[in-house]
């Protein structure tokens, strides 16, 4: 569930940082940014409590090749349904982390 | 066609015969090496989960994490009977993947190295009745133990291309390589769609398949290149050689005299004294039943995530001959360690597995679609047998690559466990699947019509194998190939509706 919420924190922070990229000009970019690095920096975070340092980084480095892909592909193709996770995943998975406990599987 | 890199703090421009020369390099890299490293990035995924597979193919394996016996009483008969081979026998312990004790051993008779499973509960032996596992790891290393073992070399020149073809595909993207990581234009014509899927999954799996390629490749060369270095450096020695990079593998020199060892238990429990800490995870023995015969104990310690520690002890008389931990290892052997424990994923848990899975995966499409950019260019150029053939090999390889393992899987379940030649029907399955979609795909002229009908079948195939598990454990692995065979499904959608000219 740690490793839920570590991830889903970094692919909400990809998103936030897709959508301020400057191909995509809109208000409000320049505050996404900063909000995003902060969830990255949170993920890295809960990597590095759950992993120690070394494997909390290279988990860091993977959940970024996996979120960051998956979500510009999809966010093309399926904009809603990629919204839609990026958004509600951190809230499902602290949801879960409450219900089950840290070491639920 | 020019190119500024950021080299020392000046910037280099390229001229445009050398931006054109390497852009050559990297699609001729691409195009020849790119289906067999489609088959290694693919079949690497499934490998990551080689224990977990080795425990589902044979449902008699799927013993509950209960009380396990004393080591000794669960693994002396095997160790004691006449056609295992005692020169070197490794014990596999149970973990969070294995639940069964597993001896692995060559034969006295000679021959590859077999496996038995023994229940940790009630010691029963269980032979090695499937081998859906080892046929995807040994096709992710081209190797065949008894006809084609040196096909790992033939692995590791694929890996070293795989290497040249992402340094290639950097110098090229360089100048833009941030801003494609945003950039897919999945609505437009089929060739800006692949192109943009290419860069966007090139630069983000990146690392991955830096890190894959790498490791990879001195997987594979590391055997060869201990035979090169052990003249020059060793003075001939390949024992000294041996341990060098991969540490104290034989144990000590055979006596010829016959000596019964002490309790397994008693010595497993001196190594965790001796290195507090240690968590065995393999027991592997050296001239089992001989006065000098030892025993290594491998397991992992705190604070060291890859690298290994060993105890070795002498089976008589439970002395200890040698320690290996990180700390006192050479450089050559805790790069080895690393090397390997990132490549199969040995760290991290399940999360780890996933994630490369993931990125094996991607990097499987990101060779794909550049293989399919590379033959929409040629053939809006020239019209080409060859490129006709090229594209109907790219489906063959790729989408009869999921169908065959689709009905590997099939095939595991389907054929009853009893049957003598399981084995054999499973590679029947595997291979001959693969051979009839290269076949098919080789007389159905739409590459589009061929690659749905792959991905549907393979898709459904991979999605319905839970079912097939129903009369036993649902586990980690259906709900996996449920979510692989669901994505296909997708894919295989997304490959129907795009109003592509697949004109190849």
Redo the contacts between chains.
Sequence with gaps: MV?LMA?SWSLLAFALF?AA?K??PRPGAAYLRPMAILLTVASLGIWIRA??A??GS??L??????S???F??S???WPRVAWAIALALPWLAALGFLLRGAHAP | MELRARLGGRAVKLSKHAFTAIWDVHAWVGVWAGLVLHVVCFTGAFCVFRDELGTWQDPELHVSHGEMRPIGQLVRPVLDRGDVGRARIDVYLPDEERSTVDVRYVPTSGGTRQMVHVHPGTGRVIPDRSQLASILFHVHFLRHDRWFPQGIYVAGVFGVAMALGLVTGVVIHFRKIL?E???????KRPGIAWAD?HK??AV??L??QTMAAFTGAMICFGPLLLKLFAGPVFHGDAKAAERTLYGDLSGLAVSGQRVASIDLDQLVAKATDTLPGLSPTVLRFANYGDAEGSVAVYGKREGS?LGTSMVRLRLRDGAIVGTETPRANGPAQNIEQWVRGLHFAK??GW??RI??A??GL?ACLTILTGNWVWLLRRESRRPRASNRILSRLTVAVGGGLCLATAVLFWANRCIPMHVPLHMLGESVAFFGTWALSLLACLFVPSARKSWTALLVVSGALFALVPVLDLRHTIGKVDVALLVFGLALLGAAR?VHTVKASWST
């Design positions: 490793d991830f897709h990229a191909r995509y992993e120690g070394i494997i290279i988990l480095v993977f959940s970024w090749i996996v960051g892909s998956a510009v592909v966010a093309a193709v | 801003r990581l945003h950039q897919f234009r999945g609505h899927a966007v999954l983000f799996g690392p991955f995530p760290y991290g999360t780890v994630f490369h993931l990125s991607a997304l």
